[in-house]
């Protein structure tokens, strides 16, 4: 990504990887920031809600996404069966189902509105960091390099991923294929974005 391009100004080549390797660690964390959630495996999770007395509840607002499995799912002390539920990956959404005899039907088929009464024990999360986000990750660091190798003092553009940004000057050394790399990463981050939802 960053072939053909100047870097002279950073050192031997040496220095750029290790400045490279030192940029790695928080341009993921600015990744993670910017959509809500990390990128990593998380089995055996445990998560603690409030009902909200309806039939069903979701977890995007947790940041505990994508999901893979609920192992356990505790309401007001009571473990509720698994066939008592729905569990909805895509959406992350967990569901009651209200059958007759089920931990369901005793609830009503609705959470009990409640400050922290629903547990569960679940994985989430990605066994591997989906490839988008890679590139998003090296394009986010090569764009760092680039602003650096210009060495230009005056920064009068920044481009922000979460809580990071990227410095450089827009008309100047690399000033637009900076820009055009950071806004790139930007995209490549902009689905895993959690979304908050509010009830009026």
């Known amino acids: 990504m960053l072939a053909g391009y100047d870097l002279s100004r950073l050192g031997e080549t040496v220095v750029v990887e290790e400045r490279m ?10 990744l993670d920031t910017a959509v ?9 999770d445990t998560v603690i809600l409030d ?5 069903r509840l979701s977890l995007l607002e947790t940041g505990r996404a994508p999901l893979a499995a609920v192992l356990e799912l505790i309401v007001n002390g009571m473990v509720v ?11 992350g959404e ?21 400050q922290q009464n ?27 390099i680039l602003a650096e190798a210009a060495g230009e003092k005056i920064s009068a553009a920044e481009v922000r991923i979460g809580d990071y940004a990227v410095r450089y000057s ?5 000033g637009a294929v900076i820009e055009g790399l950071a806004r790139e990463a930007q995209a490549l981050v902009r689905g895993y974005r959690r979304m908050g939802i509010r009830v009026v």
């Open 81 to 91: 069966p698994a066939e008592d539920y729905v569990v909805y990956p895509q959406r």
């Open 94 to 114: 967990i569901q009651l189902r209200p059958g007759p005899g089920g931990a369901g039907a005793s609830l009503g088929g609705r959470f009990p509105v409640g």
């Open 36 to 44: 809500g959630h990390d990128f990593l495996w998380h089995g055996n």
């Open 51 to 55: 009902g909200n007395g309806r039939d």
């Open 118 to 144: 629903v547990q569960l024990t679940l994985d989430w999360g990605y066994p591997q960091v989906p490839g988008d986000v890679t590139l998003a990750q090296a394009k986010l660091t090569a764009a760092q």
């Open 170 to 174: 827009a008309s100047g050394k690399y």
């Open 21 to 30: 390797q030192q940029l790695l660690p928080v341009t993921k964390r600015s």
